[in-house]
């Protein structure tokens, strides 16, 4: 059965400073990886995906992820936090069992220092 | 805002009692997914119905169901609702017209509570 790891419960970095989020995947095909971002309060919102093609994609808010067959990863990544960036980030990988839903990881919480 | 609302935004109510969470997709969305965010279970998916029809169902508790109306809203019944009920239920919605994935819109989520 297809999985998501993410073994980052809570991160901290100063504003300014770079980011990266792991995600690690099972899954015996080539997967459809997304990744999310929940702010307080709020529900969730897409930040990038990734289906085939270019293993490196680029997404909303200064984002970016890369998919590594070889390590099962789709690690997020930002070069320059802001506070607002500030969340929750879900890396999610889409199931083929029956119906295109989402099996989700179990979330990475972001706080930024000013 | 991305389009899809849920209402109410909050429910408080006890132990035992039937409550239904109401969710609208997008404009020209088919599918309607029902996720339940808890701290322990982290988010779940639950059921997913697909222009008026079931079509998988995940985690979902045999004292819950959905079903999605011809306008394409959907309604998710909790009954005899226990304290582990507690939790974010989200709605999302995808078009789902070609077989493959797209992109799924969630709405804001209602906080239930139960007591």
């Known amino acids: 059965a297809q999985s998501v790891t993410q073994p980052d419960i809570h991160i901290t970095v100063s504003e300014g400073a770079s980011l990266e989020l792991r995600c690690n995947y099972s899954?015996?095909?080539?997967?459809?990886l997304f990744w999310y971002v929940q702010s307080p309060g709020q529900g969730l919102q897409l930040l990038l995906k990734?289906?085939?093609?270019?293993?490196l994609v680029q997404g909303i808010k200064g984002f970016e992820a890369e998919f590594k067959r070889s390590q099962s990863s789709f690690n997020l990544r930002k070069p320059s936090v802001h506070w607002s960036d500030a969340a929750e980030y879900f890396c999610?990988?889409?199931?083929?069992?029956?119906?295109?839903?989402?099996?989700f990881g179990t979330g990475t919480r972001l706080k930024v220092l000013a | 805002d991305s389009g899809v609302t849920q209402t109410p935004k909050h429910l408080i109510t006890a132990t035992g009692q039937r409550v239904t969470l109401r969710c609208s997709p997008r404009?020209?969305?088919?599918?309607v997914y029902w996720y339940q965010q808890s701290l322990d279970q982290g988010l779940q998916f639950l059921i997913q119905?697909?222009?008026?029809?079931?079509?998988a169902k995940g985690n979902i508790l045999e004292r819950f169901s959905a079903q999605q109306f011809p306008d394409l809203h959907s309604e998710l019944n909790l009954s005899s609702l226990e304290l582990g009920d507690s939790a974010l239920y989200f709605c999302?919605?995808?078009?789902?017209?070609?077989?493959?994935?797209?992109?799924?819109?969630f709405g804001p989520g209602t906080r239930l509570t139960v007591l």
């Open positions: 999610a990988v889409g199931s083929t069992s029956g119906t295109y839903k989402y099996i």
């Open positions: 999302a919605s995808s078009v789902d017209r070609a077989e493959t994935y797209n992109e799924q819109f």
């Open positions: 899954y015996g095909a080539t997967p459809y």
């Open positions: 404009s020209g969305d088919l599918s």
């Open positions: 119905y697909y222009n008026g029809e079931e079509r």
């Open positions: 990734y289906f085939s093609g270019d293993t």
